[in-house]
T-cell receptor, first 114, second 115 residues
Framework: AQSVAQPEDQVNVAEGNPLTVKCTYSVSGNPYLFWYVQYPNRGLQFLLKYITGDNLVKGSYGFEAEFNKSQTSFHLKKPSALVSDSALYFCAVRDRGGSYIPTFGRGTSLIVHP | GAGVSQSPRYKVAKRGQDVALRCDPISGHVSLFWYQQALGQGPEFLTYFQNEAQLDKSGLPSDRFFAERPEGSVSTLKIQRTQQEDSAVYLC?????????????FGPGTRLTVL
């Protein structure tokens, strides 16, 4: 079985400050990990993924995420938040040796204040 | 240019009515997924197609739900005898390869409200 936890329903940050959106996962084997962003009335958009290799993954719009196997985490980060980053963020996991079906977290609402 | 499109964007149905939701994936994408997203939740898997073959329908909540992709492109999700608990946003996503590591491209969703 595979699962994802996003422990924060909402994250508030001031524009220009660094942001972190947390994600932890559980899989039987090794994970494939993804981050998606959802703007109002829009579909989910891919941000970045971890498949293998370097634990620090860089993605779209200046976002990055760090895979930490010992902590089973894949937190999303950005050094300097923009008001336009305000959106709903979803973490997803697939078990490398298991199903091709991803499991999504509940989502975290990021609010960036001017 | 084309992303994934879905129609209708909004659908209001009376309890007991049948509905059909359409998904146009990105041309050439092999994989197609349907998800159900309840308010305040992440997408929950419903079914998966690889070209025209429905390889997994384990997420369909009941036999009232039926999906097809007869020519390996456009897909339709049909819900018969709708119930209030079917109210949700239905998302379609496609990806280039099969069972892949590729990211999924999502449509805007169809918001279904069952009265």
């Amino acid at each position: 079985a595979q699962s994802v936890a996003q422990p924060e329903d909402q994250v508030n940050v001031a524009e220009g400050n660094p942001l972190t959106v947390k994600c932890t996962y559980s899989v039987s084997g090794n994970p494939y990990l993804f981050w998606y962003v959802q703007y109002p009335n829009r579909g989910l958009q891919f941000l970045l993924k971890y498949i293998t290799g370097d634990n620090l993954v860089k993605g779209s719009y200046g976002f990055e995420a760090e895979f930490n196997k010992s902590q089973t985490s894949f937190h999303l980060k950005k050094p300097s938040a923009l008001v336009s980053d305000s959106a709903l963020y979803f973490c997803a996991v697939r078990d490398r040796g298991g199903s091709y079906i991803p499991t999504f977290g509940r989502g975290t609402s990021l609010i960036v204040h001017p | 240019g084309a992303g994934v499109s879905q129609s209708p964007r909004y659908k209001v149905a009376k309890r007991g009515q049948d509905v059909a939701l359409r998904c146009d994936p990105i041309s050439g994408h092999v994989s197609l997924f349907w998800y159900q997203q309840a308010l305040g939740q992440g997408p929950e898997f419903l079914t998966y197609f690889q070209n025209e073959a429905q390889l997994d329908k384990s997420g369909l909540p009941s036999d009232r739900f039926f999906a097809e992709r007869p020519e390996g492109s456009v897909s339709t999700l049909k819900i018969q005898r709708t119930q209030q608990e079917d109210s949700a946003v239905y998302l379609c996503a496609s990806s280039l390869a099969s069972g892949s590591l590729d990211e999924q491209f999502f449509g805007p969703g169809t918001r279904l409200t069952v009265l």
